[in-house]
């Protein structure tokens, strides 16, 4: 199981486009739920603020399967002398 603690990892352009298209997605639902918008707009907003949680998401799952910097992958090990 992968760590979260991987999730944090500042130096990485990965990590703030994760939070950029999570905070996004809150900022759409935050819209949606204060201003009264037309069926369009709706389906408009909502389709983004899906979109960015999907993002996010794809983001961070990205940054959790990659391994920490200075960590070799086992089967390299195995193979040094």
Known sequence: MPKLSRLWQPRRGLFWQMLFFNLM???LAWVMRIYPLNTVGLL???GLALGNCVM???A???LLREPPPG???PRQRESLP
């Open 71 to 73: 960590d070799q992958n």
């Open 56 to 58: 996010g998401m794809a």
């Open 44 to 46: 408009l907003v909502g």
């Open 25 to 27: 997605s809150s900022v």
């Open 60 to 62: 961070a799952w990205m």
